[in-house]
């Protein structure tokens, strides 16, 4: 059993991410009340008193401390550097004071355009059951739109103690276990997981409810941002396989977000209007529990990553019917809930 990346060990990457990035929260909840970087509590959130944000920093400096030392020194990876710290720099500018939604967007933009022109990070041609799909001229617009749903999916799902950081650590597990099935373990993809899973694993121990900081802007919209760099890192192979199984990882970031624009273009409001009906918001009506919700969550996420490392391990079939068990209890959960239709609620 193979468990070094450029020799080191991988258990090294993952511990000493952790380490770093658990020790720099106590530095930066201190950072961010010296900024006023505060999450005040209204109407829609579920925490009481004021409590410090700008959190994804401490898993920031983890991931550019685990790039110096395990990471390749390449230009592919100096762009997702410069990606990052421009994702950073909006992120805390938002949390300090919050940025108009079109500023944010701008900002997520540039930083997809630094991956994919400098980098040259974008969707390769790709052959799905025999065709050959060539994306051409739409290479480049396509994956910068890609990358900033991602974001912003990612962004959504930060709602409440411990979430996002738990279902980004349980995607960066997958994809690295998913590595080590096909032995990719070397890949750039595999590495940032690592790299990325300690830092959150770090971050959660003071996230998890009753959480003592929050990751704000700066926090999920950098998860987001390199959970799309590893899903694009994979899809180089230009396989349909290589395409599904991130997806399939990030199924329930996505539907609530696309759920999200539904819900709200039904209601004539804007996609950036901030509301309480996520699917997240949706179990806590019912446990009325922050850490049962956010457990179910997790559980949920899990599911939908076993289906894709059996996607991986090659039971295509097996996986593809688990698949639709899945989505079709989904879609019946979302029915139920008020994720895109409001219900009346009984008198």
Partial sequence: MNLYI???????????????????????????????????PDKRKVHLQPIPSMGGLSFFFSFLIGYMLFAPKTDQMLSILIGS???IIVGIIDDISPLRPLWKLLGQVVASLVVVIYGGITFSD??????????????????????????????LSDGLD?????????????????????????????????????????????NFNPASIFMGDT??????????????????????????????ILFVPIIDTLAAIIRRSLKGQAFSSADREHLHHQILDSTKSTKKTVLIMYFIDILFASVSILYALGDNKVAMVIY????????????????ILEHKKDR
Avoid: E, Q, W
Avoid at 10 to 30: E, M, T
Avoid at 132 to 151: C, D, E, N, Y
Avoid at 325 to 338: A, H
């Fill in 6 to 40: 450029n020799g080191y060990n991988i258990l090294l990457i993952v511990l000493l991410s952790f380490l770093v990035s658990a020790g720099l929260v106590p530095l930066v909840r201190k950072i961010a009340f010296h900024v006023n970087a505060l999450d005040i």
């Fill in 85 to 87: 710290f421009i994702i």
């Fill in 126 to 155: 790709m052959t799905i059951f025999g065709l050959s799909i060539k994306f051409g001229m739409f290479a480049i617009p396509l994956t910068v739109l890609f990358i900033v749903a991602i974001i912003n999916a990612i962004n």
């Fill in 162 to 206: 411990g979430l996002a950081a738990g279902s980004s650590s349980i995607f960066f597990l997958s994809i690295a276990i998913i590595g080590y099935i096909m032995n990719k373990l070397g890949g750039l993809d595999v590495i940032l997981c690592l790299i990325m899973l300690g830092g959150c694993l770090g971050f959660l121990v003071f």
């Fill in 219 to 248: 926090g999920s919209m950098f998860l987001g941002f390199i959970i799309s760099i590893v899903a694009l890192l994979g899809f180089k192979t230009a396989t349909i396989t290589s395409l599904i199984i991130p997806i399939l």
């Fill in 324 to 339: 639709l068990v899945l989505l079709i209890l989904f879609v019946i959960l979302v029915f139920k809930t008020n994720i």
